[in-house]
Structure formats: structure tokens, C-alpha cells
């Protein structure tokens, strides 16, 4: 497939859908937020997110470095060090990674008192 080529979300075989996906797995947006200022190494993602386990982060990284999105920096020296970064393409998501970041710290308060609506109402029945 091209440049051209035309993709829709919504169709169950479209590879865009895929990546929609992939973007909303638990752990992406919180990687390419935290790669917005900059190249972090491997422990310092892991404090910053502080609840993943090494294993789930190694295996984001891998999948956002499959995907173009992240690039993954080896430096000879001891012990070994390794950077990740955004790649164009994956700096290209930004400005849509920071609207849902703020759109979700702006409305929080309101999603939690809809679910405690939700919660003590399902009680009820």
C-alpha cells in the first residue's frame, strides 16, 4: 500500500485500525508523552511510569520501534547503555497525544463523578 492509498478505521481489516489501537494500549500514550522532551533511557521510562513491569515496557518499546515510532540507541560503554527517542513519525502524534493528556486531566473529576453516579445507581437495581 501507497501514500495514496485509502484506509478507514472502521473497517475491520483497514491496518489503520490496527494502529489506532496500538495507540490506545495502556502503556503508549504515557511512552510518547514522556519522549516529548527528549531521549530517556530504559529505567528512567520505567520510574517516570512508575506501575509497568519491565517486561510489558520492553515489550511497548519494541512494538512503538516495529511501528517507526520510536527509535532505540545502543551506546558501547558499562554497563551497556540504551536511549529511546521519537522518530519523526512518532513526534508527528504529539500534538494529539498532548490534547487527549489535557482533555483527560481537564474532565477527570467529571468522569469520576459520572462513574460514581454509575456505580451507586447499579447498586440500586
Not at 11 to 36: F, N, Y
Not at 61 to 89: A, C, F, M, N
Amino acid at each position: 500500500m501507497d501514500s495514496t492509498t485509502n484506509f478507514n478505521v472502521l473497517a475491520h481489516d483497514c491496518p489503520s485500525r490496527a494502529i489506532m489501537q496500538r495507540l490506545g494500549e495502556k502503556w503508549t500514550p504515557l511512552v510518547l508523552l514522556l519522549l516529548a522532551d527528549g531521549p530517556l533511557r530504559f529505567s528512567m521510562l520505567r520510574q517516570r511510569i512508575s506501575t509497568v513491569t519491565p517486561k510489558v515496557l520492553t515489550q511497548t518499546l519494541r512494538t512503538l520501534e516495529r511501528d517507526g515510532l520510536v527509535s532505540r540507541k545502543v551506546t558501547e560503554q558499562v554497563p551497556i547503555r540504551v536511549d529511546y527517542e521519537l522518530t519523526e513519525l512518532g513526534a508527528s502524534l504529539l500534538t494529539a497525544m498532548d490534547a487527549i493528556r489535557l482533555w483527560s486531566e481537564q474532565h477527570a473529576a467529571s468522569v469520576l463523578a459520572a462513574r460514581e453516579d454509575y456505580d451507586w445507581g447499579s447498586l440500586e437495581t
